[in-house]
């Protein structure tokens, strides 16, 4: 077995799990089979769809309106604890914070029993590339779907069909306030309902061409015209749900975005625009080199770069394409581990590596909570960071440590098991020494989690 078969499955995939290194023969023809699954085999639960969650959310905001409204006071009510309106207003509450729970821990558990990790890591970096964050009760049911419903089932096609799902989605909708912009010479519009360009902006400056990729505040501006009425249906009031464009808030008139003109009205306008972006080089250029860093390096190869572009340009952005350029290059299998993991790639991995199968998503959330990843909490659009400087101060490495810890305890860990599992049994002199010379099994499983070979991939 060769040091690829490790680099496979840590660097490609979310590391090894106990058994999974044995199988590799063929590193590149073993990840490469992985894109070969159908995506939409990530999520084969049955947990709500976002259509659903924003009927319950609706008929929650009117339940609470109508409370609102009548003429006793909610804090009378709530003096009789045994109530059916007590019952449904703490319903109200948790439904929310609840559904959050729900679907991230299925996200989290699922990457962790995956055989298609190198997968996993893919939608990973594009959920948090079209980051969202859990706020206020709406987003916090809803943020968890996007990655489901928008991203995973375009996962290895043509990247613009992810950022038009993204676009349309609710949660993203929701959380740059598209669902209430209106162009000013719409019908909505001249009611005072004006134009917000939050969603165009990081369209541009986030999700395609990135902050130096040669457009200006008139196609923000521009862009923004574009997607006016794209909104979001009201359950409550109308029959649809979902995705909605709104016709009488689409800004009238031709666009012009990036030195191109677009004629196209209504709805094929915005989409024609967002095709557009996702078809530029500069697009191709950022995409490529943060996919890079994410995969490889913080500081990658300009020729490994270079052929992913290269790759991009001539699919027309397909992510299956370039994901199996970045396998087969050279540069993507130096023997020197250089990314530093993320707390959820720590995380994701350190349950893989055990074998864990006893183990409660609600402990993991707050693991994450603790190192300061906590699924789609990010504090900007812009996502989590996975640059090692971000994720390797003092108190973080703490943090780490006293998780390590409590990971150990458990009875049954082998250190030499896993060091075989995971590494094929090629750690330094130094960190085999260490961990093999502690005091404690538990101590010598505590020190190899937070070995340089299995803190870094």
Request: glycine share 6%; hydrophobic share 35%; aromatic share 8%.
């Amino acid at each position: 077995m060769s040091n690829h078969a490790v680099i496979a499955t840590n660097r490609f995939g979310l590391g090894a799990k106990p058994g999974e290194l044995q199988n590799v023969d063929s590193p590149k023809r073993w990840l490469i089979k992985q894109l070969d699954v159908p995506s939409s085999s990530l999520f084969n639960d049955e947990l709500p769809h976002s259509n659903d969650i924003s009927k319950k959310l609706a008929e929650m905001r009117v339940l609470k309106t109508k409370f609102k409204k009548d003429n006793m006071k909610m804090s009378k009510r709530m003096e009789n604890r045994n109530s059916s309106e007590f019952s449904m207003l703490s319903s109200i509450k948790k439904y929310p914070r609840e559904t959050y729970r729900l679907l991230a821990s299925a996200s989290l558990m699922n990457s962790i029993e995956s055989d298609t990790s190198v997968q996993w890591r893919l939608l990973d970096f594009f959920s948090n590339h079209f980051s969202v964050t859990a706020q206020g009760p709406f987003l916090t049911a809803l943020a968890p779907t996007l990655e489901r419903e928008a991203i995973a089932p375009h996962l290895l096609g043509n990247f613009s069909d992810i950022l038009m799902a993204v676009c349309k989605h609710p949660a993203m909708l929701l959380y740059l306030n598209n669902e209430r912009s209106f162009g000013d010479n719409s019908k909505l519009g001249k009611r005072d309902k004006g134009l917000n360009e939050n969603l165009a902006r990081e369209i541009l400056e986030l999700h395609t061409l990135g902050v130096n990729g040669g457009y200006n505040q008139t196609d923000v501006t521009e862009l923004a015209k574009g997607i006016t009425g794209w909104s979001i249906a009201n359950p409550a009031k109308e029959k649809e749900v979902g995705f909605k464009f709104r016709v009488n808030g689409h800004e009238p008139g031709t666009r012009h975005l990036l030195g191109k003109r677009f004629t196209l009205s209504g709805l094929a306008q915005g989409e024609s625009m967002l095709k557009y972006i996702a078809d530029q080089k500069a697009t191709a250029n950022h995409l490529c080199l943060k996919l890079a860093k994410h995969f490889i390096s913080d500081e990658p190869s300009p020729v490994l770069v270079n052929k992913l572009i290269k790759t991009w340009l001539s699919t027309s952005g397909n992510i299956k394409a370039v994901m199996v350029t970045l396998i087969n290059s050279d540069e993507s299998w130096e023997v020197e581990s250089n990314k530093f993991k993320t707390p959820r790639e720590f995380i994701v991995s350190t349950i893989r590596a055990i074998g864990l199968k006893k183990v409660k998503s609600k402990q993991l959330l707050y693991a994450l909570k603790e190192l300061g990843q906590q699924p789609f909490q990010a504090d900007s659009p812009a996502g989590y960071s996975d640059a090692q400087n971000d994720w390797n101060g003092s108190s973080a490495l703490m943090a780490r440590i006293d998780l390590s810890s409590q990971f150990a305890s458990r009875r049954f860990i082998n250190s030499e098991k896993i060091i075989k599992n995971s590494f094929n049994g090629n750690v330094s002199k130094l960190t085999y020494e260490t961990v093999m010379r502690a005091e404690s099994r538990s101590q010598s499983a505590a020190l190899l989690l937070m070995s340089p070979e299995f803190q870094r991939r």
